[in-house]
């Protein structure tokens, strides 16, 4: 069966569209549970319902598991470790900034994407979709900024700008596993990958809070209730995720997750009562411009 080149496209869509909601989610739940607790929700509540969409695959393809070599576990490993850093420098700068220009800080990955995707794995990046991958950048720089120099004072942008740096090498990470599996079919490959990094991040975190943060880690289990919906639309974005890394480039991919700042600002607007600027719309517009002339670059 031919897989339709936009599916990809679709699958970027939809799991910018749940982790918009699970930040959401996350940003409450950092009230009470801190900046770690409140990035293990998704990693702990995320890790049962990955493991879910595992078995549902079996079970309906009857396929059996991958067998993946060193390459995949240092590639996986390597994404879960890094991507634990990218959540928590995110809700961190949440913590200091509104919620939709945070979202934007984050998403000055693309270019780092596009860097490391050619270094680390080969992928290609063509001049139109430079183009875009530029265009929407500039985006949300001009969403983040305003005259006299960037919105909110350095720590939130440098804390930002983080964790977008961070979270560009943990998706050249899970890529990177995917492909080394080298399986025909990818929803196996990207589901497989998944349950791997969220077990990774699900125990390395449970272990520092056991350790370390034993309150925190009480904390978090007495916030069940919230946090399982956190976890289910963690699980959820990140299974989209994959399956759009599983076939275009990482590059392509966040250039086209840029329109989370288009789901966040609608977050900002009508949960936690933060009105559009001038200049967010502005920047909102050549997101979207951006996002258009990747689209047609397909």
Known sequence: ?????????AFTIAAAFAQTIRNAMQRELAAGLGTVGATQVRFLFGFPFALVFLAVLL?????????????????????????????????????????????????TEPIQVAVFGFV???????????????????????????SGGMVGGIRPTLLGLASGGALALAVIGFRGAILS???????MAATFTLVVGLAIQSVALSLYLSLFRPTVMFALLRAWKPSLFAGFMGALASQFWFLAFALATAASVRTLALIEVLFAQM???YGFGQRTSAREAIGMALVVAGVA??????
């Open 1 to 9: 069966m031919t897989t339709p080149p936009w599916l990809w496209a």
């Open 59 to 107: 079970a309906a393809t009857g396929a059996p598991l991958p067998r993946p070599g060193m390459i995949f576990w240092l590639w996986v490993i390597a994404g879960a470790f890094i991507q634990i850093a990218a959540t928590a420098l995110m809700l961190a700068a949440m913590g200091e900034r509104s919620f939709v220009v945070t979202i934007a800080y984050t998403k």
């Open 120 to 146: 680390f794995l080969g992928d290609t990046v063509t001049p139109a979709m430079l183009a875009a991958i530029v265009t929407a950048t500039v985006g949300v720089i001009v969403m983040s900024t305003k």
């Open 181 to 187: 599996l080298s399986l025909p079919d990818y929803f």
């Open 267 to 269: 977050v900002a607007r």
């Open 293 to 298: 002339l990747l689209l047609l670059a397909y």
